[in-house]
């Protein structure tokens, strides 16, 4: 059973950082592409970075030069680096799995509040 489990969250000050992390369990991690979505209040669940199984990475336009996904196949986790961060950033973020087929499934983790605030 595939398990993703989030961890680093929480209250940060504009300008400031943090690290998430997703360890995942239950399948060949390095098979499949991992990515962080986020939602915030009254919002749509909106993609904020993905990163291929052979490391090719994309971002949303509003995170881009500011934030970094990575994964350590070693680990099976994948982590956001989270930099400059703003009030916007402000939502429940959710580490993802992609199917590699298209009858296969997504995974989504248990989500991490991360609030921007002073």
């Known amino acids: 059973q595939v398990q993703l489990v989030e961890s680093g969250g929480g209250l940060v000050q504009p300008g400031g950082s943090l690290r998430l992390s997703c360890a995942a369990s239950?399948?060949?991690?390095?098979?499949?592409?991992m990515g962080w979505y986020r939602q915030a209040p009254g919002k749509q669940r909106e993609l904020v970075a993905i990163i291929r199984s052979g490391g090719l990475t994309n971002y949303a336009d509003s995170v881009k030069g500011r934030f970094t996904i990575s994964r350590d196949n070693t680990k099976n986790t994948v982590y956001l680096q989270m930099n400059s961060l703003k009030p916007e950033d402000t939502a429940v973020y959710y580490c993802?799995?992609?199917?590699?087929?298209?009858?296969?499934?997504?995974?989504w983790g248990q989500g991490t509040q991360v609030t921007v605030s002073s």
């Open positions: 993802y799995r992609q199917k590699r087929t298209p009858d296969g499934r997504d995974y």
């Open positions: 239950g399948s060949i991690f390095s098979l499949y592409a």
